[in-house]
């Protein structure tokens, strides 16, 4: 008798345990899956709402001494801060000595440009801007009915460069030569060289490269120039690029995600790369377009590029 009840006390100590492991399982199970679940919550807000920079350093063997290009690129009229207040703010302390805005600024559908005219003038007063067009703003300037935008641009102060470009002599630092373009700058398939060359894009780069000053380019799309023989055909010091968003989604380790026509997880998503006779650095931009998934891993980046 006395061992039997042993026996049963027993039993109920070890079912006693049985429950407080499952108990403990359980928590830790729940404690992980909020854990995860604030990490995923906290890197989709701060791709939302941080602010990053990007330092890269490129010697160029055509400047006297150090140049600083800040590149701004596919904000999509997103703000950081009361009229981008924190992203003024951010850009004037590190000192540019010019800014470049390569497109998608605003979005297609935005009712007017008026908040990107007000970032343009502060950014002026930090240093000279220079702009070209995205898709964003070809589709906006289309949607108004008007190619009133390139105006509202210039107006800011802004040095807007539609398959134009402007030779620059800076004191001490040396003289460039700093361009801008939307299109492809690769031989269209079903085209003949012949029909290429006469086309604005082929005829503004021939006529663009044809100097001895550094050649700056201002250009939304990598894929102008990642496609077809454009990358040899052309010979530009310094391509500076976004439209792709660093892939929009980042994974870690495997990096960007998606990159239009340049496909999945490819290595030009981001970051300072060689192209045959160019060079092209890629900004993962600012911001987002509405009609796309929201960044997640990805924060919105501030691009310093220090040329030497």
Not at 8 to 32: D, E, H, M
């Amino acid at each position: 008798m006395h061992r039997g009840k042993s026996e049963n006390q027993k039993r109920k100590r070890s079912g006693g345990g049985s429950a407080g492991k499952k108990r403990v399982i359980l928590f830790g199970a729940a404690a992980l899956f909020f854990a995860v679940m604030a990490w995923f919550l906290w890197l989709l807000y701060s791709a939302t709402n941080g602010l990053s920079v990007t330092y890269y350093t490129l010697n160029t063997g055509k400047l006297e001494s150090t140049l600083r290009i800040i590149q701004l690129s596919d904000l999509h009229s997103h703000e950081f801060g009361t009229d981008n207040e924190k992203l003024i703010s951010a850009i004037r302390e590190l000192e540019p000595d010019l800014i470049f805005c390569t497109g998608d600024m605003l979005n297609a559908d935005d009712p007017d440009s008026e908040k990107l005219q007000r970032l343009l003038r502060e950014l002026n007063g930090i240093a000279s801007v220079y702009y070209s067009l995205g898709n964003h703003e070809i589709a906006y300037m289309s949607s108004q009915g008007s190619a009133e935008l390139g105006q509202e641009i210039a107006d800011t102060g802004t040095v807007f460069l539609n398959g134009t470009w402007e030779d620059v002599t800076l004191p001490g630092v040396g003289s460039l030569r700093v361009g801008g373009m939307y299109g492809y700058a690769f031989c269209p398939e079903g085209m003949s060289e012949e029909e290429f060359a006469r086309e604005r894009t082929a005829r503004f780069l021939m006529e663009y490269e044809d100097t001895d000053a550094l050649r700056l380019l201002l250009v939304h799309r990598p894929d102008s120039f990642y496609f077809g023989d454009a990358r040899e055909r052309w010979h530009v010091d310094l391509i500076f690029s976004g439209h792709l968003h660093g892939g929009q989604v980042r994974l870690p380790v495997l990096g960007g995600v998606y990159g239009g026509d340049l496909g999945w997880f490819s290595e030009y998503l981001d970051g300072l790369h060689t192209m045959g006779n160019c060079r092209m650095v890629i900004s993962r931009g600012l911001g987002s377009s509405p009609d796309k998934i929201p960044r997640w891993n990805n924060i919105p980046e501030i691009l310093v590029m220090d040329l030497k």
